[in-house]
């Protein structure tokens, strides 16, 4: 039997990861299915690559995946999501005169007490700040916003944010056109190896375990032919288990460095995947735990209180009005039936709930399953909220600006 044609579009970014090793190591082809991987340079071309047909699913920002179902800027498109490839990775990288104000540099630090000397200075009456995202729908843009409100300054009002590009978010920084950047590895290190960027947060400081890139695939496409689905998530699933192995952290490292893939240096990315960050040019590079969570604890289960919390700051951002039946229809893009249907013949443990209180877990938790024993860990916010999807109304109304 000859193996199935599939094509993934995806962004030179770390968490672009278990597509890649799917193909790379195997797991693909032993799933029977012949995988290509699309190189794009924006999520924009990502996205139209998918809803035009020109890639069968995608390794997608998980709002866009909401916003392009909800027909946000563009006709509706129902798209899925059975399959979330990777929790937090991402940062906020500032200039280095503007870190050096707000944090000690070179080191992690409370994310709140960095976020109210940067209110310090938006108030101070200098310039504007802009901070570049890599998209209007992201959850670049969503924890950023969530942490700059959380700290006393209007992201509409008090600062600009604009759209970059992950590959040229460095470029963007070292030319003065932004003064903060929030992206993905390995572009924060890129901006601190060239010595124009100092991190000063990472967004699982912001909210650890907060949903970031999705394996997304038109409705249509995935319903088509569910068997073949199936083995994707089972071959997306095993190249999640190798990616969490210390042993193969060096293999995993070159292969993404790859010039068809990240197209840089292993290093850098070595250091992203083992959870070595370096904050500044000339510190050593310091243990960030959990800063990428790409395996365990469910981290692949597409929980659909994620999808809600991202729909909630879609409306506190003003980006869409809140009303039930959009609100319906952006939880359903996350399918944990599809996800349970394909990995229930691994004896994976799956979650019993599809929804949970995110932010509520402030320890490890033992929690339900249809089969197998799961633990989950710590989920918090950095400002102790916590997101209920039953009480969207409460929670809006609880979120005064500034």
Known sequence: MSNTPFRIGFLPLVDAALPILARELGFAEEERID???VRDMSWATVNDRLLYGHSDAAHLLAPLAIAT???LGRPATPISVPFVLGLNGNAITLRPDLAEQVT???QPGDVAGIGAKLAAVVRSGG????FGVVHRYSSHDYMLRYWLVGCGIDPDCDVEIVTVAPPFAADALASGEVDGICVGEPWNSVAVDRGVGVIVAVTS??????VEKVLAMRTAR???DADLTHRLIRALYRAGIAFVDPTRLDEIADILARPEYLDGSAALIRRAISDQILFAHGHPAIHVPDFMFQHREAANFPWVSQAAWLYAQMCLAGHTDANDADYRAAQHVFRPDIYR???RPLGVPLP?????????????????TTQGRLILGADRFFDARSFDPDALEAYLLGSNRP
């Open 127 to 130: 310039k504007r700040l802009r």
């Open 35 to 37: 995988l290509t991987l």
């Open 104 to 106: 000690i540099v070179g």
């Open 352 to 368: 019993g709930a599809s929804s949970k209180l995110e932010g509520g877990i402030a320890d490890s938790l033992g929690v339900g």
């Open 69 to 71: 179902t909800l027909g």
């Open 341 to 343: 249907a394909a990995l």
């Open 222 to 224: 995935m319903d088509e």
């Open 205 to 210: 400081q912001i909210w650890l375990r907060g």
